[in-house]
Structure formats: C-alpha cells, structure tokens
C-alpha cells in the first residue's frame, strides 16, 4: 500500500537550536498535514497545506508543500524543551478523508 | 468543549479473547475515524464513518475486527478472536468538515494502548 517515507527516524538537539524533518511519497497527495504527539495523549494538528509550493507558518514552525505534491518538510526554529514529541506528517488525497502516516520523528530537545 | 474521548486506555488480553474498545467523538462531529499504529511504525488508517454509516473501511485488517457506530455517536471497536500482531495503539479521531476538504480538522483522543499475550 501507499507509503509515506519521513526521516530523520529521530533527533537529539540542543534547545535553541533549528529543526528540519521531511516526508517524501511514491505518489501525490491533494493534502499534506503535520501532527504532534505528546506522550500519553494522540496527534494534535500543527500546520494543513493544500496546495503545491504552499509555504505555511504558525509560529516557531513552518512547513511547505512540495511543489511535485509528492514531499513536504516541517522546521522548528529555536526549539524549545516543550517541542519533545512525536513529529508525523500525512497526506490526504481530495475528498477522502483517510490520512496516510509516516513512521513519525521523535524529538528530544536538551536544556 | 469535551475532546475525542476513548475506552479504556489500556487493555492487556490473552490470545484468543475478546476486546471492545470505545469511542466518543466530540459532540455533532459526523465524521469518525478509527487508526493503529503498531510497534512504533506509521499510524495506519482502519475505517471511516460518516455518522453511522461505514464510509471507508479499506484499512480493517481482517474479519476479527468489527467497528459499529449506533445512532451515529459514538463507536466500538471489537476484536475477535485477538492476536498476537493486534497489539498497538488504536486512536480514535473525528471532525465535522466535509472529509479531506479543505479545513477539515481532524481532532484524535487518547488512544487505548492494546496488549494481546
């Protein structure tokens, strides 16, 4: 079945420091969508594109849509202790509202 | 407002029983979505509903697994008999957009973290 490939697996970095994650599929999506989890709790929605070439902000993050609708990426700037968790990206094809996952990206961030 | 709600939040089970996990949407979300994800691998998409009819269940593994939604509120999900490889986390999620629209939020509970011995 369709698969998402996102990497890195995971990341151990200093807090203040920028964060760069990407999710690349064999086929296009219509939706590209990024979540975080926190432990004990399910996937929260950060950033929705939907368009190709999309760039989007919502404060500290910023994700963009890649312009083949087969890639997307997430940065975190200045990353802070609270942004521990689980990174994962999904897309969606129009009007189906099933999401396809990747494996996630697991952040560790030290003080 | 009351978030996507799911019971239990645990369960450790033998092989062979049964289980029956719950789900209670946020109030007038139409849309239901049940999702696993397996020994930290991707969360995998099991079926869709949109109140109480089964709009999508291309995901459901197999005919052990039977997900109801009575009255289009909230859903069970039962498995019978369990195996070993059910083990995982099953997630819960609803909205009230049009399916994979633009806008549409899907908002995710807990999870119930499943354990077949």
């Known amino acids: 079945g369709q698969q998402l490939n996102q990497s890195p697996q995971s990341m151990f970095i200093q807090e203040g420091e920028d964060v760069s994650m990407n999710c690349t599929s064999s086929?296009?999506?219509?939706?590209w969508l990024w979540y975080k989890q926190d432990p004990g709790e399910g996937p929260v929605l950060l950033i929705a594109?939907?368009?190709?070439?999309e760039l989007t902000s919502n404060g500290r993050l910023t994700a963009q849509f890649g312009i083949t609708r087969k890639d997307s990426f997430l940065n975190i700037s200045a990353s802070i202790p609270s942004d521990v968790g689980i990174y994962f990206c999904?897309?969606?094809?129009?009007?189906?509202?099933?999401?396809?996952f990747g494996d996630g990206t697991t952040l560790t961030v030290k003080p | 407002e009351a978030g996507v709600t799911q019971f239990p939040s645990h369960s450790v089970i033998e092989k062979g029983q049964t289980v029956t996990l719950r789900c209670d949407p946020i109030s007038g979300h139409d849309n239901l979505y049940w999702y696993r994800r397996v020994m930290g691998k991707e969360i995998k998409f099991l079926l869709h509903?949109?109140?109480?009819?089964?709009?999508?269940e291309s995901g459901m593994p197999n005919n052990r697994f039977l997900a109801e939604r009575t009255g289009g509120t909230y859903s069970t999900l039962k498995v019978q008999p369990a195996e070993l490889e059910d083990s995982g986390v099953y997630f819960c999620?609803?909205?009230?957009?049009?399916?994979?629209?633009?806008?549409?939020?899907?908002?995710f509970g807990p999870g119930t973290r499943l354990l077949v011995l």
């Open positions: 509903f949109v109140k109480e009819s089964k709009q999508d």
């Open positions: 594109l939907y368009k190709a070439g």
């Open positions: 999904a897309g969606q094809w129009e009007y189906a509202g099933k999401s396809t």
């Open positions: 999620a609803s909205s009230h957009r049009l399916a994979g629209g633009p806008g549409e939020t899907q908002y």
């Open positions: 086929s296009i999506f219509n939706t």
